[in-house]
């Protein structure tokens, strides 16, 4: 999926491409390498117990509600029949070091950011390998066909807006976000796609009229930094 726009004019100079690549329910992906009669069925990863918590769960499971943090005891209140597994980290690291060392097929210039996502600058990899957004599917298509794990991603000039697209991509998608056109695709976004910007926080932008990014660009430093402080120059 590519965000274009007819009027897309390009400049002289070379844009920054940066791909955000977030692996889609990494935990339970590897789960299902191992026991393949799972797909398909509500499966979460994390502590079975009274105090135990949902490290990550399927689509399936999702469909019912369940999300990663929520303790284990609301989870089996909205799915019962679910199927909970132990974590098995050896596995996870040693796939999460096979996803980064595809990305690094393509750029020296790869960023952890945690077990199951991570950003690749793919600017001067394009002289090598052609096009930004065919580098993109090439690696989601490797890490597919390699490893067996699906992913999403997202291309854009910088690591926040790539990182919201891959969010939006979810799952197994990409987003390219054409050079030029960060503004019209963050815009219409609700604020709380922002990376940071959670269920604490929300209510504030909310009291200001602030619900979109678009509304949020409508101020200007002064005003942010009068609304939110030391927060204001991060937004």
């Not at 799915?79 to 990305?103: K, Q, T």
């Not at 969010?167 to 987003?175: H, Q, R, S, Y």
């Not at 660009?217 to 609304?227: F, K």
Request: charged share 20%; aromatic share 8%.
């Amino acid at each position: 999926m590519s965000f274009v726009s007819s009027n897309f004019v390009s400049n002289n100079q070379e844009s920054r491409r940066i791909l955000h690549v977030d692996m889609d329910a990494f935990y339970v992906s590897v789960e299902l390498l191992k026991r393949p009669e799972l797909k398909g069925k509500p499966v979460i990863v994390g502590g079975n117990s009274v105090r135990g918590v949902v490290s990550t769960c399927s689509y399936e499971a999702r469909n019912y509600g369940i999300h990663s943090g929520m303790p284990s005891v609301q989870a089996k209140r909205l799915c019962p029949h679910a199927i909970w597994l132990n974590g098995d980290f050896a596995a996870y690291s040693y796939y999460s070091r096979e996803v980064f060392n595809i990305m690094r097929r393509y750029s020296p210039e790869v960023f952890p950011l945690s077990i199951d996502e991570g950003r690749v600058d793919l600017t001067g990899s394009q002289k090598l390998f052609g096009p930004a957004d065919g580098i993109a599917h090439r690696i989601l298509e490797e890490i597919r066909d390699e490893l067996g794990l699906p992913a999403s991603a997202g291309l854009a000039n910088s690591g926040t807006a790539a990182k919201m697209a891959a969010e939006l991509a979810k799952p197994k998608g990409l987003i390219v976000i054409l050079p030029g056109q960060e503004k019209s695709f963050l815009a219409p976004l609700p604020i709380e796609n922002i990376p940071g910007v959670g269920k604490k926080s929300l209510p504030r932008f909310h009291h200001h009229g602030i619900r979109t990014i678009g509304d949020l660009a409508g101020y200007n430093a002064q005003q942010l930094h009068s609304l939110f402080g030391s927060w204001a120059p991060s937004l």
